[in-house]
Every structure is written in structure tokens, then in C-alpha cells.
């Protein structure tokens, strides 16, 4: 979806990972996840900790699955769920459904899983939100 709209690109500006990797990542489209980190001309996180936005969690994801980097799973797991702790609620508030959907398949679906249970896992990110009553 988004390569031939970043290969036309001459200058790619810094926001584009954000808006763009967790798309790559849904497709498991690792190489060209991290190559358009890349030319972005974002720094990689140091530390999967220090990775504080989408597309910097993205591109530890990214390079985790492509066995290159960022390899301790607790270190990514805990990136991801700063991530999550702090934008569900932010992006809900903001109508920004779609970015909570694609962050709740990346981080909480299993092949057969039901896709409303998934997408509810969002509850576990907002510690002032209880889920509907009726699921």
C-alpha cells in the first residue's frame, strides 16, 4: 500500500514512520519497515525501551523479527505495552479507531482468534475504562 506512494518520495519527513510502519508490520513486511525507518533520517531506539513512538516500536518489532536486533522479547514486549499504556486511550479519544485495531491485531490476535475479542483486548490499556457489559 504505502511503497509506491515512499518510492515516489524524493524526502520522506520524520512522521511518515509513524503513520506508515504498523501497516508494514501487519503485512510482516519487516525489510521494508525498517528501510523506510531509515530514510527517514530517525535515529534507532538505543534500547527497545527508549523506543517511545509508533514507527520507533515498529522498526524494534521490525528488526527483532528479522533477527538483526533488539532480540531480548521482555525488553520488546515492554516497549509495546509503554506504547499501548499510553496511546489506546489518546487515540480512542482522538477517533483514532483504526490505529487501536491495528495495535490490538499486531499485539494481541491468534490465528482463529475472533476479531471483536481482539479488538476489546483494548481495554487492557486503559486502567480508568471498563468494557461493555455485553460483549
Known sequence: MWNAYYSAQSNINRKSPDIALPDYINAHDYESAVALYERSGRKPPRTPRSAVREGC????????MLGRGYLGEDDVNAAIGALLTRGVGEWLADGHNY????WMKLTH?????AAK???????????????????
Open 57 to 64: 516500536v515498529c522498526y524494534v518489532i521490525a528488526q527483532r
Open 99 to 102: 490505529r487501536v485495531a491495528i
Open 109 to 113: 490476535w491468534q490465528p482463529g482468534a
Open 117 to 135: 475479542a481482539t479488538v476489546l483486548r483494548c481495554y487492557d490499556w486503559m486502567a480508568d475504562a471498563a468494557p461493555p457489559p455485553t460483549v
